[in-house]
């Protein structure tokens, strides 16, 4: 089965850091654009961050540029959100999302809460 899987979720205080990674099963995602996605509670889902196959074009949202930073390691088949600088309205569930073989994949999400 054909999968996306978040994790590194959980509760920091705000100021802290966290990094989220993003990784995939039944198959890998050095080939494509990777975007990370958040959803907080009573909001729509927004876009965060993407990267594109090669590392050479990353975008951020204006929210959480300068305190995000979107990584790959495609040996590893992995990509990375650094989360620093934390603030509590961060806090949603972080979503990564592909689109491979023209099928459109989201991970079930890791939830990021951002409280003292």
């Known amino acids: 089965q054909l999968q996306i899987v978040e994790s590194g979720g959980g509760l920091v205080q705000p100021g802290g850091s966290l990094r989220l990674s993003c990784a995939a099963s039944g198959f890998t995602l050095d080939s494509y654009g990777i975007g990370w996605f958040r959803q907080a509670p009573g909001k729509e889902r927004e876009a965060g961050s993407c990267i594109s196959s090669s590392s050479a074009s990353r975008n951020y949202a204006d929210s959480v540029r300068g305190r995000f930073t979107i990584s790959r390691d495609n040996a590893k088949g992995t990509v990375y959100l650094q989360m620093n600088s934390l603030k509590p309205e961060d806090t949603a569930v972080y979503y990564c999302?592909?689109?491979?073989?023209?099928?459109?994949?989201w991970g079930k999400g890791t939830l990021v809460t951002v409280s003292s």
């Open positions: 999302n592909t689109m491979a073989g023209g099928l459109d994949y």
